[in-house]
Nanobody, 126 residues
């Protein structure tokens, strides 16, 4: 089992920045793929970013096109924590952001992730 707890969400004006954190506990954190999804009201969950245990970005990790160049995912295995640095935020980034984890290789599919945090709200005002 892996427990995930997100923090760092909030209200920010367009163009601003936020950094989300996700603290993991339970099974070996360093061998898991960690990532972020988001869900806006009335929309399906959307892949945002993922990172392998070594920090390597392969074909199914990195960031989604909608946030590329603005969001950066990173992890600190010593602290069992993954981060999502969000810059140049836009109103369309408003959503609940979920931290996720899985073993094996990365994936864009929400159903492939075994562990989910409770979510943290990010609201970007125009």
């Amino acid at each position: 089992q892996v427990q995930l707890v997100e923090s760092g969400g909030g209200l920010v004006q367009a163009g601003g920045s936020l950094r989300l954190s996700c603290a993991a506990s339970g099974r070996t954190f360093s061998r898991t793929v960690m990532g972020w999804f988001r869900q806006a009201p009335g929309k399906e969950r959307e892949f945002v970013a993922a990172i392998t245990w070594s920090g390597w970005s392969d074909s199914v990790t990195g960031t989604a096109d909608s946030v590329k160049g603005r969001f950066t995912i990173s992890r600190d295995n010593a602290k069992n924590t993954v981060y999502l640095q969000m810059n140049s935020l836009k109103p369309e980034d408003t959503a609940v952001y979920y931290c996720v984890a899985k073993s094996g290789s990365g994936s864009y599919a929400a159903n492939d992730y075994d562990y989910w945090g409770q979510g943290t709200q990010v609201t970007v005002s125009s």
